[in-house]
């Protein structure tokens, strides 16, 4: 198989640079595996972090440039600590002995190969929490065939249902239509998200950020998964928008959300036939 750094396909934006020589794509990484911290996290959804957290790794860089970007000073610097392999193998086995209840990889697209090696020799030597692929759902096929096996959880986000919007906020006017494909990839890899004693064992986790001044967006990503992924999709649907990063330049994009607004799109999800995550 062709060495997917070499014409870089890893995410929808599908520059087809080659990484191995130092060309760089929109995410700006090269093939180094950069970390920005490994710990514990207590933050995410109760059935990750149950009683001693989720093991979270995040990887500096991402693939997705949001003008919201809670995050941005971890996803916009292409800037953090070079591990190789064989170490992210190590954290991944040092996030089980300290009781996690999952190794939940922060953005792992544009280091995907190389992620796959990291669980290959983290499973060889007895690792055996679920993997959490937490990403921003503009995942190409290219990756998601290769985690095929190696993924227990995908936990994308669903944010744009509308091409403007997503070309506006995030520069890729065709979000929605790679994140409908990821998400049925994901689907069809992993089913519906199952919780055992409360834990998350195995499956799909969608994530969806509603967004000010926005309705017709957060229907959109809602109707598509109960229609064409499941009712029973477990959906996050978030209602912790803050305006951060470059917010402040996009229209109606300077304010947190109403309550009205979240209510409105929790509403919208129990009439299609949503009930599992919010
Ligand atoms: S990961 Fe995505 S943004 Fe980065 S070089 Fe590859 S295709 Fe381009």
């Not at 130092?22 to 700006?28: A, H, L, N, R, T």
């Not at 209840?101 to 992620?115: A, E, G, R």
């Not at 950020?209 to 649907?237: H, K, Q, T």
């Amino acid at each position: 198989m062709k060495d997917p750094y070499e014409e870089c396909r890893l995410c929808g934006h599908h520059c087809g640079v080659n990484r191995r020589i130092g060309e760089k794509g929109i995410c700006g990484l090269g093939t180094e595996i950069l970390i920005s911290s490994v710990g514990p996290h207590y933050g995410e959804e109760p059935e990750l972090v149950g009683s001693h957290g989720s093991g979270t790794i995040f990887f500096a860089g991402c693939n997705l440039s949001c003008q919201f970007c809670q995050n941005w000073e971890i996803s916009q610097a292409v800037e953090g600590t070079s591990v190789s392999v064989a170490q992210l193998a190590d954290f991944m086995l040092q996030l089980e002995r300290s009781g996690c209840h999952n190794v939940n990889l922060v953005t792992p697209t544009p280091h995907t190969p190389s992620i796959i090696d990291a669980i290959r020799l983290a499973r060889n030597r007895g690792l055996s929490i679920p993997i959490v692929h937490n990403c921003g759902g503009y995942e190409s096929m290219e990756p998601l065939q290769l985690c095929e096996g190696w993924i227990e959880i995908y936990m994308p986000d669903a944010k744009y249902s509308d091409a403007d919007i997503a070309e506006l906020f995030s520069g890729a006017p065709d979000y929605p239509e790679i994140n409908q494909a990821a998400l049925k990839e994901m689907h069809r890899q992993t089913g519906s998200l199952v919780v055992e004693n409360g834990i998350a064992k195995r499956g799909l986790l969608i994530r969806h950020l509603v967004l000010p001044n926005n309705p017709e967006n957060s229907f959109g990503v809602l109707s598509f998964i109960a229609r064409e992924i499941s009712v029973d999709s477990y959906v996050n649907i978030m209602d912790q928008y803050r305006p951060c990063y470059k917010a402040d330049l996009l229209e109606g994009m300077d304010r947190r959300l109403t309550e009205q607004e979240y209510e409105e799109a929790v509403k919208m999800a129990h009439s299609y036939g949503l009930h599992r995550g919010f």
